[in-house]
């Protein structure tokens, strides 16, 4: 043992801490280190001294004491209570104020009919809906007849009406365009543009012209317009099934 | 935990007013004690009192007896834990000196005893310059081993730490006071 390791253990001897082992080898080193052996009679002097430093206590005024004890424990409670209390009575408020908003919602829902749906934009999502659906049945059932046709119509005048329809069949394809041009619905303005090239070709053909029959077929078989129909019609059908709904 | 200490604490524990009187009677002596050799000084010692007293019985509520642990323990913990808050909150104790306590209330001291050597005004002015130097942990470790005369075990149970902490601790605390009662001594003379 060192004489720097033995004054850590002169504290720790002195205040009972120190193993019979280590408590051997310290005395072994103070007796043949008179410099610890001086610090340590020092350390105990010192620590006998600071051991009885603080002194007698002065006598307390019991009775003055016990009286601040007790006001301040009546604050206290009183403190608490009223902290109770007025909790007691914010969660009692906030019940009530509960208990009347749910009256006023059951109240609502027991004596008022539904509230119609009135908002302009829903009109006009719910119009736009049926328009297209319409649309594209009829645009559907007219390529539907071009498509199982084996050859033109050879009768004028039914020629003549068929083109008619295609000439009707695309202004309202363009005006449905025009309308549906900030649409997000990407897929019912594909369809929608895809029309377009079919029912213009079929409002311009010409009676002598299989050619463009033949072009019409092969549009119809590689854009796969009746499964699109078919499919952005339920579609729409189901969105405007929704929006009636609601 | 004697029958009448325990029907006091059940009274306490449902407010009644006189059972915290009796046990304040009965453990006022050795708290006072435990805040006078903390704190050093008679007004601070009396508030510290008052604030172990205080917390103690607004906590007895909570209070439950366990057959290993008396009453007289977790007042005296509370009042530990009041003590090492009360010099963190003052950050610095003032020490008063002889002189001073005498000047507070002179009929309520005690005269010291002319023969014990601990009467030195001087020594025990540096004594508490030293602890106000040392961490409020390591001041109340210093002054329940060295004036309690408490064992390290009972003392890191009182504190909730380790023996091995206590002990590096309470070295530190020795080393820092003889230091500064040394630089005081020196200063003096």
């Given amino acids: 043992m060192n004489c720097r390791d033995a004054e850590k253990e002169m504290i720790l001897s002195f205040s009972k801490d120190l193993d019979p082992h280590r408590q051997q080898s310290l005395e072994t080193h103070l007796k043949d280190c008179p410099s610890c052996l001086r610090r340590y009679a020092e350390i105990k002097k010192d620590l006998e001294r600071m051991a009885g430093l603080p002194g007698q206590r002065p006598d307390f005024d019991w009775n003055k004491s016990w009286n601040v004890i007790r006001k301040r424990?009546?604050?206290?409670?009183?403190?608490?209570?009223?902290?109770?209390?007025q909790t007691r009575r914010m969660l009692q408020a906030l019940a009530a104020?509960?208990?009347?908003?749910?009256?006023?919602?059951?109240?609502?829902?027991?004596?008022?009919?539904?509230?119609?749906?009135?908002?302009?934009?829903?009109?006009?999502?719910?119009?736009?809906?049926?328009?297209?659906?319409?649309?594209?049945?009829?645009?559907?059932?007219?390529?539907?007849?071009?498509?199982?046709?084996?050859?033109?119509?050879?009768?004028?005048?039914?020629?003549?009406?068929?083109?008619?329809?295609?000439?009707?069949?695309?202004?309202?394809n363009r005006t449905l365009q025009a309308f549906l041009e900030k649409s997000v619905d990407l897929s019912v303005t594909a369809l929608l543009r895809d029309l377009e090239i079919l029912l213009y070709e079929a409002a311009n053909f010409e009676a002598a012209s299989s050619e463009t029959h033949a072009f019409i077929k092969t549009l119809i078989k590689d854009k796969d317009i009746f499964f699109r129909i078919r499919q952005i019609g339920l579609y729409q059908e189901s969105k405007s099934g929704k929006e009636a709904k609601l | 935990?004697?029958?009448?200490?325990?029907?006091?604490?059940?009274?306490?524990?449902?407010?009644?007013?006189?059972?915290?009187?009796?046990?304040?009677?009965?453990?006022?002596?050795?708290?006072?004690?435990?805040?006078?050799?903390?704190?050093?000084?008679?007004?601070?010692?009396?508030?510290?009192?008052?604030?172990?007293?205080?917390?103690?019985?607004?906590?007895?509520?909570?209070?439950?007896?366990?057959?290993?642990?008396?009453?007289?323990?977790?007042?005296?913990?509370?009042?530990?834990?009041c003590a090492i808050n009360f010099v963190k909150r003052k950050k610095r104790t003032p020490f008063r000196s002889g002189s001073e306590i005498r000047d507070i209330d002179i009929q309520t001291i005690r005269p010291l005893q002319p023969d014990t050597q601990y009467a030195n005004r001087e020594i025990r002015e540096a004594f508490y310059k030293g602890l106000d130097t040392?961490?409020?942990?390591?001041?109340?470790?210093?002054?329940?081993?060295?004036?309690?005369?408490?064992?390290?075990?009972?003392?890191?149970?009182?504190?909730?730490?380790?023996?091995?902490s206590i002990r590096k601790q309470l070295y530190r605390a020795v080393v820092k006071l003889r230091q500064q009662m040394a630089i005081y001594g020196r200063r003096e003379s």
């Fill in chain 1, 73 to 85: 424990l009546t604050k206290n409670t009183w403190a608490r209570e009223r902290r109770i209390f």
């Fill in chain 1, 97 to 172: 104020l509960g208990i009347f908003l749910l009256g006023i919602v059951i109240g609502r829902h027991i004596f008022l009919p539904p509230a119609a749906d009135l908002s302009l934009q829903s009109h006009e999502q719910q119009v736009t809906s049926r328009l297209i659906q319409q649309h594209l049945e009829e645009v559907g059932m007219a390529l539907l007849e071009y498509n199982n046709r084996r050859s033109l119509a050879s009768d004028r005048q039914i020629f003549d009406l068929e083109k008619q329809r295609a000439r009707f069949l695309l202004f309202r």
């Fill in chain 2, 1 to 81: 935990m004697d029958v009448e200490e325990e029907a006091l604490i059940a009274a306490a524990q449902k407010g009644h007013e006189e059972a915290f009187e009796k046990l304040y009677i009965r453990y006022r002596e050795t708290i006072g004690d435990l805040a006078f050799r903390y704190v050093g000084n008679y007004q601070d010692a009396e508030e510290l009192l008052q604030d172990i007293f205080v917390k103690s019985f607004t906590a007895i509520k909570r209070y439950k007896p366990l057959p290993d642990a008396r009453f007289f323990s977790w007042i005296y913990r509370i009042g530990i834990n």
């Fill in chain 2, 134 to 164: 040392l961490s409020p942990n390591q001041r109340m470790i210093f002054i329940l081993k060295n004036s309690d005369g408490m064992s390290t075990a009972e003392v890191a149970a009182h504190l909730k730490c380790s023996e091995g």
